[in-house]
């Protein structure tokens, strides 16, 4: 049985992001509820511009859960925020 106090990574997707988003500005948006491991905005790959859309992973779960309701629906650039858990498909 895992310690209590061992921290599991959890990793999101974020989608609704403002096109002039970057890999930094997304860090910046979750770091005020957890350490950011990993930050990522996808690129569509005809143009090469933002496809809103991102990727974070926060060290802790339960911090990354406070940012996922904290920020769910926030809006930015008129959109709302929506960010979903991604689940592993081979857990270790």
């Known amino acids: 049985m895992p310690d209590s106090d061992y921290l599991y990574l ?17 860090q910046r948006l979750f770091n005020p509820f957890g350490w950011v491991k990993y930050a990522r905005i996808y690129l ?6 933002s496809a809103r859309k991102g990727l974070v992973e926060i060290e802790d779960e339960q911090q990354a859960r406070k940012a996922m309701e904290a920020l769910q629906g926030k809006v930015l650039d008129k959109n709302p925020l929506n960010i979903k858990e991604v689940k592993d498909k081979n857990p270790r």
């Open 44 to 49: 569509n790959p005809i143009t090469g511009l």
């Open 10 to 26: 959890m990793k999101m997707t974020v989608s609704g992001l403002p096109a002039n988003f970057d890999k930094f500005d997304l």
